[in-house]
């Protein structure tokens, strides 16, 4: 199984934006189907963005969609997640996940139980 790393949480106003990180390591990283997603305190995990191994196909959760981007650089094994417009709500701590294209054809998955790798996760506070 592939090895994630998420990095570029912190603290940010409302009205600002976040560029978080996802390092791959231990896999082929281009194989590899990823998502993110969020958890808040007291709430369940929910998906937030995916994009397909070779990063032409990108999909948001409709309640962020225009607020989001999200890329890979295959060549370092890296994706990112870009959230623009902060709101408070967005507080939580934010995970990648990877999931085999080896193993999974379809390129669209918002459930976490498609997903087989998981990282530790980066917090990301927004102050209003």
């Known amino acids: 199984q592939v090895q994630l790393v998420e990095s570029g949480g912190g603290l940010a106003q409302a009205g600002g934006s976040l560029r978080l990180s996802c390092a ?14 969020r958890q808040a305190p007291g709430k369940e995990r929910e998906f937030v963005a995916g994009i397909s ?7 948001f959760a409709d309640g962020m969609r225009g607020r989001l981007t999200m890329f890979r650089e295959n060549a370092k094994d890296t994706v990112y997640l870009q959230v623009n417009s902060l709101k408070p709500e967005d507080t939580a701590v934010y995970y990648c996940a990877a999931r085999s294209a080896l193993v999974y054809n379809n390129v669209i998955a918002r459930s976490a139980m498609n997903y087989d790798s998981w990282g530790q996760g980066t917090q990301v506070t927004v102050s209003s």
């Open 53 to 59: 191994k070779g990063g032409a196909s990108t999909y």
């Open 24 to 37: 791959a390591s231990g896999g082929t990283g281009s194989t590899y189907h990823m998502g993110w997603f």
